[in-house]
């Protein structure tokens, strides 16, 4: 017989106010007797909508609020309790020598299928095979992919240490494991997942694998089809987060416009892509026209100027450290006659943090009387400017002068910055991150006629600074 959620939740509440909530000491007010480790369950199934977390002795205390602090470090691989959850559903399926003969043959052929389904942009359609195929390939890359994200939402206090998410194409569980990974132990997640395909058996399983103080709700539609009334009867979303959704729906701005209605009035629309020429693209499109319907773009592109909006291509992204193939991975491509082309260890992506509250990272306005706008860089061209800008892309330069997108929301044709000379003046354009904003003094401004981009030219005259 379940618990009387009724008489749990009067209880829990009750109690959370004045000591632990210990299962043991709830049994002894239910007007029905129900053993400890069944009310444990309950307590773990309703802790979410309590705002309670579970301790390691086994009692509830109430979640802390505020931002979460979420520790800023390289992810160098797929944790193995991860990996083992995604073997198991291998040998499950398959048999212990899943990664040979007929099923090794239909895995890697999913994965090949894919990968030409997305630089070609046909529509992306997953059966089982080709579930366990994305999952193979693409979950050690994606997990890093929600680990650092979550990390640059804590960094500016965006990621609450009790944490309602809304995940739009969850996919085989990537992101939501790396942003269950980035919260603190004593933090609390709350964790829908809409996933119609095959991939959900997967995502299922993590959610059962998952600590007792990260809940995981499955809705099995489309992001298209999915009832958003029901969705806020325990309240509005922190995060509404879509990962390598964009490209597959064919109104991305409208999707995302829609769920504006279940995020908080705090809360953050995350937009993630890969990295290649058309998602990337794809998805600053999709910010810049949620932008134009009252959207705040708040990071990682800018808005130096008053009334300017950028134009240009807007092909930006973050490369981090390599993920290491995991054990799984490489079995798969070692018993193909070109491993490599099963091996994926890059983590490259581009992403969009949009707000409706008009709060932005870099909320500045440039003065004209004192800088220089990107916008206007052909009657700069061959003279000397000063400008503030965003450090959009690692080096680009691939072993030349080391070569940086810049941004300052003004501009209607890719702008770089080129280092040529470096000084103790200058190394802040190396040092700074992705997205950090940098003042520039007698940048020397140039018309690349073969990339039809401008650069900036920084030599040894040239002071670069990282702005606060």
């Not at 129900?34 to 309590?50: C, D, G, K, Y």
């Not at 959850?85 to 040998?91: I, S």
């Not at 987060?241 to 991305?252: G, K, Q, R, V």
Request: hydrophobic share 40%; glycine share 8%; with cysteine.
């Amino acid at each position: 017989m379940p618990v009387n959620k009724d008489e749990l939740r009067s209880n829990a509440k009750y109690l959370r106010g004045v000591r632990p909530i210990d299962p043991e000491e709830i049994c002894d007010y239910l007007s029905t007797p129900r053993h400890p480790a069944v009310v444990r369950r309950a307590l773990r199934e309703e802790a979410a909508s309590l705002g309670l977390v579970e301790r390691e002795d086994g009692t509830f205390v109430p979640v802390e609020t505020g931002p979460a602090r979420v520790e800023r470090e390289s992810v160098t691989a797929l944790p193995d309790e991860h990996a083992r959850v995604l073997e198991d559903r291998l040998v499950e399926t398959y048999g212990p020598d899943w990664h040979r003969g007929e099923s090794g043959d239909a895995l890697r052929e999913a994965i090949r299928r894919l990968k030409a389904d997305y630089y070609y942009e046909n529509a992306v359609t997953y059966d089982a095979t080709a579930a366990l195929g994305y999952a193979i390939y693409h979950l050690p890359d994606y997990y890093a992919v929600g680990r650092y994200v979550a990390a640059d939402l804590a960094a500016d206090g965006l990621l609450p240490r009790d944490a309602r998410v809304l995940d739009l194409g969850a996919g085989v569980g990537g992101p939501f494991l790396g942003l269950a990974d980035a919260l603190p132990d004593d933090g609390l997640l709350d964790y829908h997942a809409v996933e119609p395909s095959p991939a959900a058996d997967l995502l299922t399983d993590y959610f059962d694998a998952a600590d007792p103080n990260v809940r995981g709700t499955l809705h099995p539609e489309t992001a298209e089809s999915l009832d958003r009334g029901a969705l806020t009867d325990e309240g509005d979303f922190d995060l509404v987060t879509a990962f390598s959704l964009l490209s597959e729906l064919d109104d991305p701005v409208a999707v995302a416009e829609s769920y504006l209605d279940v995020l908080a009035d705090d809360g953050t629309l995350v937009l993630v892509a890969p990295a290649d020429r058309n998602t990337s693209i794809g998805l600053r499109d999709a910010e810049r026209d949620l932008e134009a319907r009252g959207v705040t773009v708040y990071a990682p592109t800018v808005r130096l100027w008053d009334g300017e909006r950028p134009t240009d291509r807007g092909w930006s992204f973050v490369e981090k450290p390599d993920v290491e193939a995991p054990g799984f991975q490489r079995r798969l491509a070692e018993a193909s006659e070109r491993p490599a082309e099963f091996l994926n260890e890059t983590v490259k992506y581009s992403y969009s943090f949009l707000r409706t509250d008009g709060r932005r990272k870099h909320d500045v306005s440039l003065p004209a009387s004192r800088y220089a706008k990107l916008g206007d860089a052909d009657r700069h061209v061959s003279n000397r400017v000063d400008l503030v800008a965003a450090k959009l892309s690692g080096d680009l330069s691939e072993g030349g002068n080391p070569l940086f997108k810049i941004s300052d929301g003004s501009e209607d044709t890719d702008c770089y910055a080129v280092l040529v000379d470096r000084s103790a003046l200058n190394r802040d354009l190396l040092g700074a991150d992705y997205g950090d904003l940098l003042s520039f003094e007698s940048v020397l401004c140039l018309w690349n006629d073969d990339e039809g981009a401008y650069n900036f030219v920084v030599d040894d005259e040239v002071v670069v600074d990282r702005l606060g």
